[in-house]
């Protein structure tokens, strides 16, 4: 667990920076940048939340 919410934070601070950069440059990659992350770690999220509520599934 703790190294999820590490990453889960990694995954927030590259998210914030890739918005910052975007706000600084005007480049739209790095917002583009910025929404692939974000997709990619709710993707991640979801499918651990998935096997969480599949373990209790089974364990019931």
Do not use: H, N, P, W
């Not at 910052?20 to 739209?28: E, K, P």
């Not at 499918?47 to 019931?60: D, G, H, P, T």
């Amino acid at each position: 667990m703790l190294l999820l919410r590490i990453v889960g934070v990694l995954a927030a601070i590259a998210i914030a920076s890739g918005i910052t950069a975007f706000l600084f440059t005007g480049d739209r990659r790095y917002l583009q940048l910025a929404a692939r992350l974000a997709k990619y770690a709710l993707i991640v999220a979801l499918v651990f939340l998935a096997l969480l509520a599949l373990e209790r599934v089974v364990v019931l």
